[in-house]
């Protein structure tokens, strides 16, 4: 699996050089069988929707889990490195977006369906 990495040249995201870089799945090396894996987590779930229902990224302390930190580094490693979100740098601040478009192109319909259940879900248990 992939790790964090500090990388001393330009990283594929055009970050500059000498820059803090995470590493990502190509989009053909993302597999649905890791997808399932890492949406059927309650917390990584909570966090897909939170980065599916925001006009952009965020940042890792905008999502609130009732979990410790170093869960939450985990829950949000997992996510990443199975091809679910992209995070990246802003200064000191760690971003994080849904992988959207490369979901949708490789799984149709998946997150949304994923999305829709879990809505459901929640409105049924009263955790809306």
């Known amino acids: ?11 594929s995201t055009g970050a500059p050089s000498g820059s803090r870089s995470l590493e990502h799945p190509a989009r053909e090396d993302i597999r649905l069988a890791d997808v399932l894996h890492a949406l059927a987590d309650p917390m990584r779930l909570r966090i897909v929707r939170a ?3 925001a006009d952009g ?3 890792c302390a905008d999502i609130e889990l009732p979990v410790s930190k170093s869960t939450c580094t985990h829950h949000f490693r997992v996510l990443r490195e199975y091809g679910v979100i992209q ?11 849904l992988r959207r478009a490369d979901l949708d192109a490789l799984f149709p319909g998946l997150i949304d369906g994923v999305l829709r259940a879990a809505d459901l879900q929640a409105r049924r248990l009263g955790d809306v």
Do not use: F, H, V
């Not at 740098?89 to 977006?97: E, F, I, L, P, W």
């Open 1 to 11: 699996m992939p790790t964090d990495t500090t990388s001393t040249n330009a990283t």
């Open 51 to 53: 980065l599916a229902a």
């Open 57 to 59: 990224e965020l940042n």
């Open 87 to 97: 995070q990246i740098y802003r200064g000191t601040a760690k971003m994080n977006g």
